[in-house]
């Protein structure tokens, strides 16, 4: 045996004789410079105290054979079960690997140059190996993310989730409160879903983002601001608005204001279907509100507009005690002419005028815009329609049978 070898023999056999009084001393520091050590349960604490003994066991294997430091580094958290990495950060595990070395450091003081040295090259292997260890586990995490958040996302615009969905959006780390609205718009080539959360973030919103072929869809929930809880909530036309550029070109949809992510599905088929039929609309814009196209989706076959129509426009004029209800249809019979109304309904333009107004305050649409006044006659048909459905109802201007003129 050469001068050398008998050297390194006994190195390692001086390594194997202090690894026990290692182990106590860097678990005694430990306690004394990792406060989130002590605050751990014991199982915890036990779990890391082996990841050291194994970080200084696999020292002496690598010292003595350094040609194995990436399996050797790697051991040393194969001895640790695999929730602790969702426990421990990679900030403490570099704290934990810093007290080891330390201790390595004072004990070895006096040692070979070959063991000092041998301990900075193989704190660097293991600092390597650790990133490297959560590096895979973040990764492996994100793509479960996002295979999850897929999942969510489907659900809701399916509207088959059940009552796990409040649980799923929890586990993604939605951050959103209260009401939801969906924005659904083109996949452009290169998405970036960073640069969309990022400007959510910056409008107090949060994002479930989910690409579907060549739509992409944005779940957006408000979320509370930090500073200044009391400040007044930013409205999801302005969020779209600012995630406009993030959409590729074409149409962009905003689905109705619905008061939970568990109601988000009525969201999504309101903007699904505005989606689909936008460009009936001759002056759409960007995003486009879904209830905006209304009239083009009822024709369309939307069962969810029709719904809205009558029960937004059409129920509560039929419900009103008053000829609201008479005035409008005349009104829209008419061309829109207030006195061409006023002699069918044998009464002076100014009542027609001021009976107008009050459908205006009541249901909130202006029968004298054209827009609208498409919108609300497609909502007295439709009225009419699901009246028939269940009850003779006859049309409320027939009692005013028209004169030749």
């Known amino acids: 045996m050469t001068e050398l070898t008998q050297e390194k023999h006994a190195a390692i056999t001086w390594l194997r004789s202090i690894t026990g009084d290692l182990s106590t001393t860097v678990h005694k520091r430990m306690e004394q410079q990792l406060p989130w050590f002590l605050e751990m349960p014991p199982g915890r604490r036990s779990a890391v105290g082996l990841v050291a003994q194994a970080g200084i066991a696999s020292f002496v294997q690598w010292f003595e054979n350094p040609d194995a430091a990436t399996w050797v580094a790697r051991d040393v958290f194969d001895s640790a079960p695999r929730e602790l990495l969702r426990s421990v950060s990679l900030q403490q595990t570099l704290q934990l690997i810093r007290v080891v070395v330390d201790v390595f450091e004072e004990r070895t003081l006096n040692a070979p140059q070959s063991i000092r040295e041998g301990v900075l ?57 209260g009401e939801v609205a969906v924005l659904v718009g083109t996949t452009p080539r290169q998405i970036e879903v960073d640069q969309l959360r990022r400007t959510a973030r910056h409008n107090q919103a949060d994002l479930l983002v ?16 930090a500073a200044d809880l009391e400040a007044e ?131 909130g649409w202006d029968a004298t815009g054209a827009r609208e006044a498409l919108v609300m006659q497609c909502a007295l048909i439709l009225g009419q329609i699901a009246d028939s459905g269940t009850a003779e109802t006859n049309r409320p201007v027939s009692r005013y049978p028209r004169r030749d003129r």
């Open 210 to 225: 989910g690409v579907q072929g060549s739509r992409l869809v944005v779940v957006m929930g408000r979320s509370k601001p």
């Open 233 to 363: 909530p930013v409205p999801f036309l302005q969020i779209a608005r600012a995630l406009e550029p993030g959409f590729g070109e074409g149409r962009l949809v905003l689905g109705p204001e619905v008061p939970s992510v568990v109601q988000a599905s009525r969201s999504a088929r309101a903007a699904l279907a505005g989606f689909s039929i936008v460009e009936a609309y001759r002056r759409s814009e960007r995003p486009m509100l879904a209830d905006d196209l209304l009239p083009e989706r009822a024709l369309a076959g939307d069962s969810l507009a029709r719904q809205t129509l009558v029960q937004n426009l059409y129920r509560p004029l039929a419900d009103h005690q008053s000829d609201l209800l008479l005035t409008l249809w005349c009104y829209l019979d008419n061309g829109r002419s207030l006195e061409a109304t006023a002699r069918e309904l044998f009464v002076h333009p100014n009542t027609v005028r001021y009976r107008l107004k009050r459908i205006t305050d009541l249901i």
């Open 121 to 177: 090259r193989y704190s660097r292997d293991v600092a390597f190996a650790a990133a490297d260890v959560y590096a895979r586990a973040a990764e492996a995490r994100g793509l479960w993310d996002a295979r999850l958040e897929a999942l969510v996302v489907d659900s809701i615009l399916t509207g088959e989730h059940d009552n796990e969905l409040p649980s799923r959006v929890a586990a993604l780390g939605w951050h959103g409160h």
